[in-house]
């Protein structure tokens, strides 16, 4: 059962169990409503409208156990972490919908109110925690019988690779080693056991159907690590590799396993579960509220950019983002058309290409807002390092390879390196502000994130975008 099928199962058996409980609460309060009408002069007459919430009911079950970030990594749960969503989430759920529906009730006895919550947070945490424990005890019953064990690969063939191989095999119990990636070092394992040359690692992952990639270099060249985890990044596979110094010094390295040498995990966030979840949720109801609130707005701006110059309103341009992978950045035009010519260029803020209006779009930002729909859609998020082109990113990697690690999470409207930095016109301004982002990344939070937000509207607001 790999991630997406579990995640899957966990949706359809959360959704399930809300339905049954409900159903259960449904019949519950007709009983007692029948059965309390008028008993020693006790009043308690229940919303009836029941269909309505019928189906209504698990799906709200189902977006609180997602801002929980239950769904995020289903894998990795421990029996800790799984009591202590199922607690705080069903909790929430109960007391919102005794207020919802419930408090609709007419009852003079505050006993029946306060049995009727008690009542559906009892049954919703008791029978939702143990269908998570069932299921997350068969998922440790696979992986000690060796059904369920992630594919690991390590992309080198050096000493440091034979003995991390060794390791796997003598004490992982999740990982099963499947070969080595040769990446043309010296050979001290046995060829046998090479899979293939790095420059086939597109089949290697698919036709093994690999999660995990852990590379181990005998040199502790920096150019050439995230030469290759850059590589490996657009698979969207957990990828590690063994610490040198500096990683045992700052914390980073972490045990994977008892008796395993410790590994920097490179994709794993800082962010919790249900923070990321939240960030994604208010990226969509942002992006919403934005591009249907100011569509008026938006429409003056499209009909003056049409009539400022000749052009498309928008302007579409492929950048990469999550992942590494491209996808198309919307924007609204501030440029003549055929500014570039098939020539990427910088922009700067007494650049002759920039159109009169265009200068007003850029001043206030107003330009950017397009990509709210790539928000909307999943490619960006609101606060998040600034995407770029391939074609500068080939630049920057030169000074700074280690521009792949922006890749673990959606590029963003705004971010702290363009708060700090502004329009990046020179490739130097652009590493600069990669450092920022990286400390932003390194530091990921809600509260960041709205003390980043805080600081953009200043600059929108005093016209400080160029």
Known sequence: MNKKELKIYYLLFDFLISFVVWIIIVVYRKTLYKGQLL?????????????????????????FYYLSGFYNRPQNHSTSSIIFTSFSSTLIISVVIFFIVIIDDIVISYQIYYFSLLLLFSLLFISILTERLIINSKI??????????????????????????????????????????????????????????????????????IEEAIIALDDADEQKLFKYINSLYKYNIEIRFTPRLYEILTGSARMSGIGVNPLVSITNLNMSDWEISVKRVYDIIISVIVLVGLSPFF??????????????????????????????????????LGAENGTPKL??????????????????????????????????????????????????????????????????????GPIKIGYSDTVEKMVERLNYDIIYIENMSLLNDLKILVLTLEILFKGKGM
């Open 39 to 63: 008993n020693d002069f006790q009043i308690y007459i229940p919303n009836f409208e029941y269909f309505s919430t019928l189906l209504l009911f698990p799906f709200f079950c189902i977006f």
């Open 140 to 209: 440790n019953l696979d992986i000690k019988s060796g059904k369920r064990r992630i594919n690991t690969i390590i992309v080198g063939t050096g000493k440091n690779a034979l003995k991390i191989a060794d390791e796997i095999n003598k004490n992982s119990k999740k990982n099963v080693f499947l070969g080595y990636v040769n990446i043309d070092q010296n050979i001290t394992i046995p060829k046998d056991k090479i899979l293939a040359n790095f420059n086939q690692i597109d089949s290697v992952i698919t036709n093994y159907q």
């Open 299 to 336: 429409l003056f701006v499209m009909l003056k950019i049409k009539a400022d110059s000749k052009g498309s309103v928008f302007y579409k341009q492929e950048r990469i983002g999550l992942y590494g992978k491209p996808f198309k950045i919307f924007k609204f035009r501030t440029m003549f």
């Open 347 to 416: 922009s700067s803020s007494d650049d002759p290409r920039i159109t009169p209006f265009g200068r007003f779009l850029r001043k206030y930002r107003i330009d950017e807002f397009p990509q709210f729909w790539n928000i909307l859609k999943g490619d960006m998020s609101i606060v998040g390092p600034r995407p770029e082109r391939q074609f500068f990113i080939n630049q920057i990697i030169e000074d700074a390879p280690y521009y792949c690690l922006l890749y673990k999470i959606r590029p963003g409207l705004t971010s702290w």
